[in-house]
Every structure is written in structure tokens, then in C-alpha cells.
């Protein structure tokens, strides 16, 4: 079976630019979640989807993060302008549904530095 | 709200020695799961064990087992006979009614040959 997939793995751009990543989860898995993981820090919920459908974006810096999942499969996780700040890994996980207790599986994640 | 907070940045253990990471928790639900996930360097978070809050007996996986104090909320991981492999960060979560996931802020675990 495979895993959560995403890309790309690294990137570095300046302050103010824009960047994208992208996540495919493990197929039939319902729920899609991005987390922001600061180096030093525990992973930060920062947007949560069931399906195509947002059930939580509560800590997402709306002014500049904005992310969508088409079709319920695969997700986009934008930043528009990139601060210094904003340095961190970008982890994409999914579960089978959003149900109490469950596993959520994990990408490799997306390293992101802004200079 | 929930909390989770994990006192200990860093820890070292001898292989083949057993080592116990700490973990406490704050909810105000009745019933929650909690978790450890293992982040081995520059690779993907994977589950280690999870714990149903009303189950009384503690988790067990192979080398890996809980110590879960429901009373004073307090979730700690054993590792027996630590390897090299398990060299990694260990974060405690925290799953509950609100369907979201509350991690602590990590322990760097280095198992020393």
C-alpha cells in the first residue's frame, strides 16, 4: 500500500514569494490534515479536511495560507507572501475517516526555508 | 483545552538498556485516545502505540509498552532493550471529541552503541 506522497521535499525561496506543495494521501482515506512542524516543535494542526469538505482551518494564517483539496483525493497547501517565520516542515497525514482514536498516517513532509 | 507537554527535550540510553519517556496530558473530555509517534531523522512519523483512555490496561507493542495514570494524567513510554533504530524524536499526542490531534513538543531520543 502506498504511502501519503508528497512534494516537493525541499524549497527554498525568498520573503514575499509564493510556494505550493502538494499532498496525495493514502488512497480511500477521508480525512487529509496539514500540519506546520517548526523545528525544536511539535507538529501545529493547521487545516483539517473531510472529503473536499474543511472541518477545521481555526489555527490557518488565512491573510496568507490558504489550502484546498479537489475531488476529495489529493491537496494543495499554498503560501502567499512567504514570511521568515514561515520556516518549518510541512507535514500532510491522512486517515481512513475522522473518527475517535484514529491512526493518521504521515508524509515524509516538505521542507520549506524562506531567506 | 487540551495540552499535552513532554518535560524532557532530550535523553540518551545505552543499547540494549531500557529507557522511559514522560508524557502528561490535560483534557476536559471523559474519554480520548493518546499516542506516541516516533520521527526517526529526516524521515516520516510513524506510530509506536496508542492507549484508549478507558482501557485500564496499559498498551503493549513488542519492546514498547505504556504506563497510563488515568488519575494524574500521565501517559510515559518504556522502551526495552532500546536499539539503534530507535534513535529518534518521540512526540505524545492527545486525539479526543473535537477530532483533533494535540501533539507535545518532543523528546530527542539518541540510543548510544
Known amino acids: 500500500e502506498a504511502g501519503v506522497a508528497q512534494s516537493p521535499r525541499y524549497k527554498i525561496i525568498e520573503k514575499r514569494q509564493s510556494v505550493a506543495f502538494w499532498c496525495n494521501p493514502i488512497?480511500?482515506?477521508?480525512?487529509l490534515y496539514w500540519y506546520q512542524q517548526i523545528l525544536g516543535q511539535g507538529p501545529k494542526l493547521l487545516i483539517q479536511?473531510?472529503?473536499?469538505?474543511?472541518?477545521?482551518d481555526s489555527q490557518l494564517p488565512k491573510d496568507r495560507f490558504s489550502a484546498e483539496r479537489l475531488k476529495g483525493v489529493d491537496s494543495t497547501l499554498k503560501i502567499q507572501p512567504a514570511k521568515l517565520e514561515d520556516s518549518a516542515v510541512y507535514l500532510c497525514?491522512?486517515?481512513?475517516?475522522?473518527?475517535?482514536?484514529?491512526?493518521?498516517?504521515f508524509g515524509e513532509g516538505s521542507w520549506l526555508t524562506v531567506v | 483545552a487540551q495540552t499535552v507537554t513532554q518535560s524532557q527535550p532530550e535523553m540518551s540510553v545505552q543499547e540494549a538498556e531500557t529507557v522511559t519517556l514522560s508524557c502528561t496530558y490535560d483534557?476536559?473530555?471523559?474519554?480520548?485516545?493518546l499516542f506516541w509517534y516516533k520521527q526517526p531523522p529526516s524521515r516520516q512519523m510513524i506510530l509506536v502505540i496508542r492507549?484508549?483512555?478507558?482501557?485500564?490496561q496499559n498498551a503493549t507493542e513488542n519492546r514498547f509498552s505504556v504506563n497510563f495514570q488515568k488519575a494524574a494524567k500521565s501517559f510515559s513510554l518504556k522502551i526495552s532493550d532500546s536499539q539503534l533504530g530507535d534513535t529518534a524524536m518521540y512526540f505524545c499526542?492527545?486525539?479526543?471529541?473535537?477530532?483533533?490531534?494535540?501533539f507535545g513538543t518532543g523528546t530527542r531520543l539518541k540510543v548510544l552503541a
Open positions: 492507549q484508549e483512555a478507558y482501557k485500564q
Open positions: 499526542a492527545s486525539h479526543s471529541g473535537t477530532y483533533k490531534y494535540i
Open positions: 483534557t476536559s473530555e471523559n474519554n480520548y485516545y
Open positions: 497525514a491522512s486517515s481512513l475517516r475522522r473518527a475517535w482514536g484514529n491512526t493518521i498516517y
Open positions: 479536511f473531510q472529503n473536499n469538505g474543511v472541518v477545521d
Open positions: 488512497s480511500g482515506h477521508a480525512t
